[in-house]
């Protein structure tokens, strides 16, 4: 039985669709057990009705809730009782949970997994690996987007080292090409830390290093993870959805401006609908945290159903593949300091 | 008169693009005065039967060409005879040339800018200042996007001041609404020289500092100018571009993927166009490099006429604005170092 524990409070459409994400996830994953935080009552009051395997689930009653506003260290020492401290509380103490999920503040499970959960042997700094969908109906993932605002070409390895084996052993993509975000192809581009990490990248056996990857070619397909720092990171991630976002709504707006536009769009219903669900980030689940020395999965604050069990299945997966002793191991083998 | 000097040599379009968007620009302004470097045969048959008043538009003669994956500063030393260089020489040696224009390499003509040309009396690095088209039909300038891949909070104080003046004096815009990019809105993101930069621009009296922005809202019409470090500012300006071109050619896929989305499509042509021209950076010029001693305009290497005649409109509009008296003006006066 893989247990996972999941926040049900802090994001957009909590409690709900951490419930029912919660309910899906137990459906689709049979030796998966699920513990839910938060408010008790208001969660039985959800699951009331519901169909789910009762000796799967079971509820840890946490009152309160860390605001997005709230200063980390404060939330964390002050807030006990909230659903994601305690959350947190749990996967630190029971050897038994194998992961959390939470869609609540960033910087908060961010400090939280730091202080509390601790780091798998050999790690200096976790990193966020979100994923995003490319132009082949592929996916690549991005890896720092936003745990180390402030990098070192060591930490760049280690986040190569972390994000390949995450995609090779959740995503099943053999030997996966693994780019440095430059702001040009050609070697010796960028600062002294990518210049510094370029060549530190280019010796590591462990990795399939392809070079430095311009920003244009993020969704191009020919790429399957992206190591940068968590500052540029942030912004690869953010202006990709920012973008998709403002275009899918200029195109909608285009459409409803004449009658002529709306005519034809009723030829291409499906065609929308399909490009929608194509850029909507809720189907390709969170920003897995990777280096800690349990699963953290952050789903996005404004997580539907759909997403919140998808960042569980990651978790699951990433428990399931072993990830965290892969880790451990190969950075045993190749991350050698003098 | 107004002389400017256009480098007609280097870009993919080159030299019919920048010939044609040089005899548009000539047309469009009555007080422009060309100078065209490069090969003279090339040129000289390029404009043979083409209507254009003579008195305004000159050539000198540069046979040679520097490619993009020259070394910048071999480049700069070597191809004397180069359209670049001897533009870049003729810039600083000549009074009566206000500016320049060239779609050629972007680490070369950085490197002769600062080398050459000089900077403002105060700036301590130029910056690149591109526009991008915002959702609500106006623009937004995003300062620096890659002359400096690592900055100080200092350097993004100078940003700021010049990416205003630039976006108040060029496009009209008053009281520019100035953003620093963060990887969160609240005070006290992002890295050491973010929350000093944040705090320095607070204080700043002559810019209308907004705060922080996060880089999904790039597009979003809130801001005007935009202050980042070279790096993220590269990744910022390349990802939308990148984003918005894939998705284009996903719905164009998408389109032609069924017959009877085909026939939608009919009914939408003038829609597609005007959203293609919309998101066509060709349509908002080029890179204006702020800080130099004289206008530089850095067109992209894929510029086609349309776009060279902008990035000569923009240089012509700098110097008609009197842009750098103005940036001199306003450091002397807000940028005083102890």
Chains 1, 2 share one sequence.
Do not use: W
């Amino acid at each position: 039985m893989i247990k996972i524990i999941v926040d049900c409070f802090g994001g957009d459409h909590s409690p709900e669709a951490n419930i029912d994400g919660s309910l899906d996830a137990l459906e689709r994953f049979k030796d998966l057990y699920l513990i839910l935080t938060g408010d008790e009552n208001i969660i039985r009051e959800k699951l009331c009705g519901r169909e789910y395997d009762t000796a799967r689930l079971s509820i840890v009653h946490a009152p309160d809730v860390i605001g997005c506003d709230e200063k980390p260290t404060d939330a964390i020492r002050l807030k006990k009782e909230s659903s994601m401290i305690k959350a947190v509380r749990m996967l630190r103490d029971e050897d038994d949970i194998a992961g959390m999920v939470s869609v609540g503040s960033t910087g908060a499970l961010v400090a939280a997994a730091l202080t509390r959960v601790g780091l798998l042997e050999g790690v200096i700094r976790p990193a966020f690996c979100p994923l995003l969908p490319t132009m082949k109906g592929g996916i690549v993932g991005i890896c720092d987007s936003g745990a180390n605002v402030e990098v070192t070409s060591d930490y760049l390895k280690q986040f190569a080292i972390m994000a390949s084996l995450y995609m090779e052993n959740v995503y099943g993509i053999q030997k996966p090409r693994v780019a440095l975000l430059n702001v040009g192809v050609e070697p010796g581009k960028g600062d002294t830390i990518r210049q510094e990490a370029y060549e530190i990248l280019s010796e590591l056996p462990c990795i399939n290093f392809v070079g430095n990857m311009e920003s244009r070619d993020l969704l191009s397909g020919l790429y399957d993870a992206v190591v940068c720092d968590g500052f540029s990171g942030n912004v690869l991630v953010k202006t990709t959805e920012g973008t998709a976002v403002e275009l899918l709504k200029k195109v909608k707006a285009a459409i409803f401006s004449r009658t002529i536009y709306k005519i034809g769009a009723l030829f291409q219903k499906k065609m929308f609908a399909d490009l929608k669900s194509f850029m909507n980030y809720q189907n390709y689940g969170g920003s897995v945290l990777l280096g800690t020395r349990k699963v953290v999965v952050k789903g996005h604050g404004s997580s539907k159903a759909v997403a919140v069990q998808k960042c569980i299945e990651q978790a699951y997966r990433m428990v399931e593949s072993s990830l965290s002793a892969k880790i451990e191991e190969a950075l045993d083998k190749f991350d050698h300091f003098e």
